[in-house]
């Protein structure tokens, strides 16, 4: 359940059956008896917050001398119940701090992390006093005194840790720097006066070097995705994990019911009789923020344009390309799939398969090669598919300068579109105000 600790070694059974324990808290459908909770995590994030929980025990267990520079606490010794002890924490920020030589958000939400496990009545942490039992002191970070406090009063030391979360996570969030900008890899496509038609050559160039399907069946299987991948993408706006998990329904076929995919927690293309089109319906509860205004727990449904040659592309994939693709092999049911190799036979997609494909894609036909003539975009650098929800706010912004128009665009509030992409166009807007008063002087 939890990932190794330094040096590749397996952690504790009894700190696998801790993150076991707090996963199932924190996932199942209903609290156990006895147990408070507030929120809920998707598979997603369980495996997120499993590998940051991964990375904290791995350089507590690091040795000092070893290239990690950790403090070398026995494998023996980790328990959950060491992370109410606001030493602990401050340990691990600034390790953190030292190896990358400024604090970020990162660290913000780590101790986000810190405050839910410790808060009161709803605390995983703070309900699980067993774990005090399990606490054994260390050398420069806990003492038999902490340890016979969280013996006496775990809630108190609870408390303690909590409101040092919260002022901690004040400080670094005062100081925290990004690390790593995320719009670097699409800034050529982010400053065109249009992002999308700068983004949607890219497709053009697809087209322009799509192989012949009858010489080469897999080469154009694998180019006819690559097409769907990025046209769908553009037009609904979703994170990956929504793309990745899309099922599908040939025409004539019975779409699957909402209660179903509601459950599965997935959409579903499916052609529409009555709107004569292909049809993307997917559930709120398949949306990380499922419980924003913006879906009212009404499901997204959008009926996609069939325009430059869509609707012929997404009927020749089913017909032909996505089989050839499969080559026999088991049938996840999404629309998307791996090309299915000897030396993978699985052929559905995951997080981190989805990604490396979008990024070949842009590497093949989005990055400008000025020796070869080859490339849709100059400047442009590899990246994922959560850039192309960038791409969309930015031309809506570009165009309107609404934040709440653009937040259409990607599924969410125009607060969150606001904090996110103010630091933008600030002369687009001043641009925009002027286009509406200057039609006064020019007397329309």
């Known amino acids: ?64 001398e070893s290239r990690v520079r950790g403090l070398g606490v026995p494998r023996e010794s980790l328990t959950f119940g060491m992370l109410v002890f606001p030493a602990v924490w401050d340990w691990y920020l600034q390790w953190r701090e030292k190896r990358r030589g400024f604090y970020t958000n990162w660290e913000v939400d780590m101790l986000r992390l810190a405050i839910a496990l410790t808060r009161k009545d709803v ?84 087209l322009k070097r799509m192989p012949d399907a009858r010489r080469y069946p897999r080469c154009a299987a694998e180019a006819v995705r690559a097409f769907l991948m990025l046209r769908i993408g553009l037009h609904l706006g979703v994170r990956q994990k929504n793309m990745r998990q899309l099922l599908f329904q040939r025409r004539g076929a019975p779409p699957t019911p909402e209660r179903v995919l509601e459950s599965q927690r997935r959409g579903e293309l499916r052609w529409h009789d009555r709107d004569g089109g292909w049809e993307v319906l997917i559930p709120a509860t398949a949306f990380k923020n499922a419980r924003s205004s913006y879906f009212a727990q009404k499901p997204f449904r959008i009926v996609l344009p069939d325009l430059a040659r869509l609707y012929e592309f997404i009927d020749s994939y089913l017909d032909r390309h996505r089989a050839r693709l499969l080559r026999g ?31 070949l894609i842009i590497q093949r036909y989005g990055i400008y090669n000025p020796y070869t003539g080859r490339g849709a975009v100059k400047g442009l650098l590899p990246h994922g598919p959560h850039n192309l929800r960038d791409v969309l706010a930015t031309h809506i912004l570009k165009r309107t300068g609404s934040y709440e128009q653009a937040s259409y665009a990607i599924q969410d509030t125009p607060e969150t579109v606001a904090n996110h992409y103010g630091r933008f166009l600030p002369q687009d807007k001043a641009a925009l105000a002027a286009q509406v008063l200057n039609q006064v002087w020019a007397g329309e």
């Not at 330094?6 to 199942?28: D, H, W, Y």
């Not at 997603?44 to 990375?55: C, D, M, N, R, V």
């Not at 005090?132 to 809630?155: F, Q, S």
């Not at 004040?170 to 700068?198: Q, Y």
């Open 123 to 206: 605390g995983w942490l703070r309900q699980s006093p067993e774990y005090r039992l399990r606490i054994v002191e260390v050398p420069g970070l806990i003492t038999r005194r902490d340890i016979d406090m969280a013996v006496g009063d775990w809630g108190d030391v609870c408390d303690r840790l909590y409101l040092h979360g919260l002022a901690r996570a004040k400080e670094i969030d005062r100081v925290a720097r990004i690390h790593r900008d995320p719009f670097e890899p699409i800034l050529p496509i982010l400053e065109a006066d249009s992002p999308l038609a700068a983004y949607r050559s890219i497709t053009d160039e697809i």
């Open 1 to 64: 359940m939890i990932p190794t600790c330094s040096g590749g070694l397996a952690p504790p059974r009894t700190l696998q059956e801790e993150m076991s324990s707090l996963v199932r808290f924190k996932t199942a459908t209903l609290a156990a008896a006895g147990y408070q909770r507030s929120g809920v995590w998707g598979a997603e994030t369980a495996s997120q917050k499993i590998e940051h929980l991964g990375l904290l025990f791995g350089a507590l267990t690091a040795l000092p």
């Open 329 to 359: 092999a088991a049938d996840p049911g999404t629309f998307f799939v791996k090309t299915v190799k000897a030396t993978s036979t699985n052929a559905a997609y995951e997080q981190t398969t989805f990604y490396e494909a979008w990024r």
